[in-house]
């Protein structure tokens, strides 16, 4: 089993940052690849960004040139820094990792963290 702690989220005006932290415990060996999804109200959970083991990343095209993701393998925790927020980029954030290099198959949750953007 591996558990997750979200940190970070928060209120936070339109064009401000965040930066989410979300430390991993337990099992930790098993982790290869770490990501965020979010889901805002009434939509999917989508994919907001993940990151392997040995640093390859990929983002939702919503993102792109905004938010940047991060691991310190040492610490087993993933970061995710938000920049120029949008009112639409408020979501409930979810912290996942997983063993398989692709971050989407299997793999544990966090309880996810609120970020609010306001215009």
């Known amino acids: 089993q591996v558990q997750l702690v979200e940190s970070g989220g928060g209120l936070v005006q339109a064009g401000g940052s965040l930066r989410l932290s979300c430390a991993a415990s337990?099992?930790?060996?098993?982790?290869?690849?770490m990501g965020w999804y979010r889901q805002a109200p009434g939509n999917q959970r989508e994919l907001v960004a993940a990151i392997t083991s040995i640093g390859i990343t990929n983002y939702t095209d919503h993102v792109k040139g905004r938010f940047s993701i991060s691991r310190d393998s040492a610490k087993n925790t993933v970061y995710l820094q938000m920049n120029s927020l949008k009112p639409e980029d408020t979501a409930v954030y979810y912290c996942?990792?997983?063993?398989?290099?692709?971050?989407?198959?299997?793999?544990?949750w966090g309880k996810g963290i609120l970020v609010t953007v306001s215009s």
């Open positions: 996942k990792v997983s063993s398989a290099f692709n971050v989407a198959v299997g793999g544990y």
């Open positions: 337990g099992s930790v060996f098993r982790i290869n690849s």
